[in-house]
């Protein structure tokens, strides 16, 4: 059964950095391309970064270009999101999520990852 | 950059069908993709590239795109339809989600 599962969510203080890890299993990693969406207490989805699978493509949501980086390391089967300069405005559950291949749509999602910025 | 608009909410009595809209610029010219997503729980794709549905998702499940509005129907309603759903589209480097949709089950 494919499956993700993201770790390394806490409470930081407004400025610090955190860094978010997803690892994948049942299905053959570095085929497929993810992207991290983020959801803030309350709020709807909000798209935050995605990473190819094969041709080394990155895209990043306007609010985190230039303070989040998105790496993958197939070897473990597993995608991160650096976080830097966070702001209370990036408090909210970070999920993983698998791209479908030869569509834009996310049909495997991980459970997420809290992360809380204090002010 | 890509806007998507979603009523608020949709209200539906118990086998009554509840019908969720996503309107976009020229929605017609996209791959549009629906996910359920119920209290405390990840989204579920139920529904991409405007009308197929993943394995486990029930056929009263499905979805259309015309024009500059997506729709996606929701047939036989059952308690358990009572949810969060969102549309999404990829447009030029940005993945972009609706603001949500509430259907609640009368």
């Known amino acids: 059964e494919a499956q993700l599962v993201e770790s390394g969510g806490g409470l930081v203080q407004r400025g610090g950095s955190l860094r978010l890890s997803c690892e994948a299993s049942?299905?053959?990693?570095?085929?497929?391309?993810f992207s991290w969406v983020r959801q803030a207490p309350g709020k709807g989805l909000e798209w935050v970064s995605y990473?190819?699978?094969?041709?080394?493509?990155?895209y990043y949501a306007d609010s985190v270009r230039g303070r989040f980086t998105v790496s993958r390391d197939n070897a473990k089967n597993s995608v991160y999101l650096q976080m830097d300069t966070l702001r209370a405005d990036d408090t909210a559950i970070y999920h993983c999520?698998?791209?479908?291949?030869?569509?834009?749509?996310?049909?495997?999602w991980g459970q997420g990852t809290v992360v809380i910025v204090s002010s | 950059s890509y806007v998507l608009t979603q009523l608020p909410s949709v209200s539906v009595a118990p086998g009554q069908t509840a019908r969720i809209t996503c309107d976009g610029n020229n929605m017609a010219s996209k791959s549009v993709h629906w996910y359920q997503q119920r209290p405390g729980r990840a989204p579920v794709l139920v529904v991409y590239d405007n009308t197929d549905r993943p394995s486990g998702i029930p056929e009263r499940i499905s979805g259309s795109n015309s024009g500059n509005t997506a729709t996606l129907t929701i047939s036989g309603v059952e308690a358990g339809d009572e949810a969060d759903y969102y549309c999404q589209v990829w447009d030029d480097q940005y993945y972009v989600f609706g603001p949500g949709t509430k259907v609640i089950v009368l």
């Open positions: 049942g299905f053959t990693f570095s085929r497929y391309s």
């Open positions: 990473i190819s699978g094969v041709s080394g493509s990155i």
């Open positions: 999520a698998r791209k479908i291949l030869g569509s834009d749509a996310f049909d495997i």
